[in-house]
């Protein structure tokens, strides 16, 4: 049986594991930092730099890069009873969004920051989209829908909640495929058990040692 393309679960596995990561991680931070005062400002240097080490392009977190080649660039997200073909980069911004809450970042900052990221994959500034801090619309709509997610949800991810959060209006913002697949998009509904991508799917945990 060929493997399904909805990426959806895996989202909310990502999600999750991201979440605890990066809890346990700011916090042996914070108690490396005794001083309130300096403390802070160390804290939200660091948050941004260690931000970037782990959401940087092929770092740990920077799932679109191995999912951009299961299915020539095309994805399925999936709400309630619909379903969509996305950009492979849409899971992966989605992610960022919700971290970036979590972790209390600056959403501005986050804007201009993946911006500054798509310029550099692509070599240029997309003067286009200089409205949308040059980042593709459809890229920022999905790190807005994880900012929001997380600002709904704070605590663990559900399946179901983020199908109820994925509604057409919502999936239609996010970017679409490079090139549209030719079958309707299919939401996976089998056993999670069995969901054929795991965690470490496209994850890149060896990155860390760059």
Not at 36 to 51: E, F, Q
Request: glycine share 8%.
């Amino acid at each position: 049986m060929m493997k399904p393309f909805d990426m959806t679960p895996y989202l909310v596995l990502a999600c999750n594991h991201a979440l605890d990561f990066f809890q346990r991680y700011d916090a042996g931070f914070a108690l490396e930092t005794p001083n309130p005062l300096s403390g802070v400002l160390a804290m939200k240097t660091r948050l941004y730099a260690t931000h970037l080490k782990f959401f940087g392009a092929f770092k740990r977190f920077d799932i679109k890069r191995k999912m951009e080649s299961i299915n020539r660039g095309a994805v399925v997200l999936g709400g309630k009873g619909l379903a969509r073909w996305v950009d492979y980069s849409a899971p992966g911004n989605i992610l960022f969004g919700y971290i970036s809450a979590a972790r209390g970042l600056n959403r501005q900052v986050c804007w201009a920051a993946g911006g500054l990221l798509e310029s550099l994959d692509l070599g240029r500034f997309q003067s286009q989209y200089r409205e949308f801090w040059y980042d593709h619309p459809g890229d920022k709509a999905a790190v807005d829908f994880g900012w929001d997610l997380y600002l709904t949800w704070p605590d663990v991810l559900t399946l179901e909640q983020l199908r109820h959060a994925l509604t057409g209006a919502v999936l239609e913002q996010f970017q679409p495929p490079p090139l549209v697949p030719d079958e309707p998009p299919v939401v996976y509904d089998g056993d999670l058990l069995a969901y054929p991508y795991s965690l470490d799917a496209f994850l890149n945990p060896d990155a860390d040692m760059d």
